[in-house]
Nanobody
Framework: VQLVESGGGLVQPGGSLRLSCAASGFIFKSYDMNWYRQAAGKERELVAS????????NYADSVKGRFTISRDNAKNMVYLQMNSLKPEDTAVYYC???????????WGQGTQVTVSS
């Protein structure tokens, strides 16, 4: 199993970024996927989730209306489009495969997003 995030970087407040997560080593279309983030000194928090078909999504209140999670099951990819970014969105962003039990969850290595002028 491998999850590789990309697309992070430095962006000014109000800007946009699109994060990507490339999945391999498992039947991607069978799993729900999540995006989490962890800011320095804070606990990791769930940002967005998407079910296996892509037909259902959920968001943390802090990002609702600004972030959009999507997936392409043909390409084994999950995305996080982030608009109207704020300094408080600064964090390392991780994608996670949601296992049938927590022991089968799997995490990527993360990608840094920094929102600063």
């Amino acid at each position: 199993v491998q999850l590789v995030e990309s697309g992070g970087g430095l962006v000014q407040p109000g800007g946009s970024l699109r994060l990507s997560c490339a999945a391999s080593g498992f039947i991607f279309k069978s799993y729900d996927m999540n995006w989490y983030r962890q800011a320095a000194g804070k606990e990791r928090e769930l940002v967005a989730s998407i079910n296996s078909s892509g037909g259902s999504t959920n968001y943390a209140d802090s990002v609702k209306g600004r972030f959009t999670i999507s997936r392409d099951n043909a390409k084994n990819m999950v995305y996080l489009q982030m608009n109207s970014l704020k300094p408080e969105d600064t964090a390392v962003y991780y994608c996670k495969r949601v296992g049938v039990r927590p022991m089968y969850d799997y995490w990527g290595q993360g990608t840094q997003v920094t929102v600063s002028s």
